[in-house]
């Protein structure tokens, strides 16, 4: 079945600095890449997405790129505030399953 | 309504009695998903509903866990003689689903805690 891998699991920047966050999945077949952010108390949102047919997309200070080759994609983050700080998720959507997978998550802090 | 709405956003229980776990998804959403997210940890799949279609159990970690879909609309997820290592907390997903994947929006989760 499909893996997803999420790396790394915790990351600190400062203020105004980029944050990565890079997930590799195992089955080429999955054609859907959300990624999600979760606050303390809270379900995570969704807050970017990219299908199998596009290689970037972005959104204001955040933008997803896919490799299909390599089978990773990453999520960039740029002029980072602290409200950014929370946990992100990365997901991968393969027909042949019902649910997604998702990877393990990795916490962000950005300090001030 | 304007999102997925959970309830009851926290529940303790004793071990060994039973609790049942609410779900109303976003209005129009076929695909509805149970999720359980340990503390710190990832989101383990426990169940999908779509449609009128048979669920997708294949998450469930043992009989002691079941769901239901009612109308198409409201779900609730049931566990039964609770135990301590079922202290997570419960999330619940709801999503357009037509031909092709479409993100998910979660509720706030209910946190429940055996003691």
């Known amino acids: ?112 | 309504g304007a999102g997925v709405s959970q309830s009851p956003s926290n529940k303790v229980t004793e071990k060994g009695k039973d609790v049942e776990l609410r779900c109303d998804p976003i209005s129009g959403h076929t695909a509805l998903y149970w999720y359980r997210q340990s503390l710190g940890q990832g989101l383990e799949f426990l169940i999908y509903f779509q449609g009128n279609s048979a669920p997708d159990k294949s998450g469930l970690p043992s009989d002691r866990f079941s769901a239901e879909r009612t109308g198409g609309s409201v779900s609730t997820l049931t566990i039964q003689r609770t135990q301590q290592e079922d202290s997570a907390v419960y999330l619940c997903a709801s999503s357009f689903f037509q031909g092709q994947a479409y993100g998910y929006t979660f509720g706030s989760g209910t946190r429940l805690t055996v003691v």
């Open chain 1, 1 to 112: 079945g499909e893996n997803v891998e999420q790396h790394p699991s915790t990351l600190s920047v400062q203020e105004g600095d980029s944050a990565v966050i890079k997930c590799t999945y195992s089955d080429s077949a999955s054609n859907y890449f959300p990624w999600y952010k979760q606050e303390l108390g809270k379900g995570p949102q969704l807050i970017i997405d990219i299908r199998s047919n596009v290689g970037e997309k972005k959104d204001q200070r955040i933008a997803v790129t896919l490799n299909k080759t390599a089978k990773h994609f990453s999520l960039h983050i740029t002029e980072t505030q602290p409200e950014d700080s929370a946990v992100y998720f990365c997901a991968a959507s393969n027909p042949a399953y019902n649910d997604m997978r998702f990877g393990a998550g990795t916490r962000l802090t950005v300090k001030p």
